[in-house]
């Protein structure tokens, strides 16, 4: 799939400090209703470009977080490898998907990607939270909104049981 529009990346500071802020009664520095979280901590834009390399991360680790960003209205998160029961489970509970990027083609991605502002927490460098404006970026559907699952299909139909020469 392409995905076009705005969206956020953070990552695992970024989320560390976004649930402080909301247990304090604070309001969080986007709308989350209906957005998409970008696994990413971007490195300095170059060349007239707005990022340079914007690669993902490994999404379990903002698994602890992500059931309760989904339940506040969250549409997608994007990032590499599969996630956990409850992170699969609010997947579906929500109505919402889990998008992957192709790990180590950061370079190839921040192509697409044609306007970044950073809107909060700027202390965190790379990790702090931005909005990116994206054109056309090459995703996989990693696990849709019925629990279809990309990472389980996979393994059932081409683990290595099914790899015999």
Excluded: Q
């Amino acid at each position: 799939m392409l995905l076009s529009g705005d969206i956020y990346t953070a990552r695992d500071a970024a989320h560390v400090r976004l649930f402080e802020l909301l247990a304090e009664g604070g309001e969080p520095p986007f709308d989350i209703r209906g957005a998409v979280i970008y696994y990413a901590g971007p490195t300095p834009g170059h060349a007239g470009r707005p990022l340079g390399s914007c690669g993902p991360t490994t999404s379990s680790r903002m698994d602890a977080f992500t059931p309760g960003l989904y339940d506040m209205g969250l549409l997608a998160t994007v990032g590499k490898g599969d996630r956990s029961a409850a992170v699969r489970d609010s997947i579906v509970e929500n109505g919402a998907v889990y998008l992957c990027a192709v790990g180590g083609a950061g370079a190839l991605i921040s192509k697409h990607i044609t306007n970044a502002a950073e809107i909060a927490f700027a202390d965190l460098g790379c990790e702090s939270i931005k909005r990116l404006t994206v054109e056309s970026m090459p995703l996989t559907v990693g696990i849709d909104s019925t629990g279809g699952n990309i990472f389980t299909i996979g393994r059932e139909r081409y683990g290595t049981s099914s790899l015999r020469t």
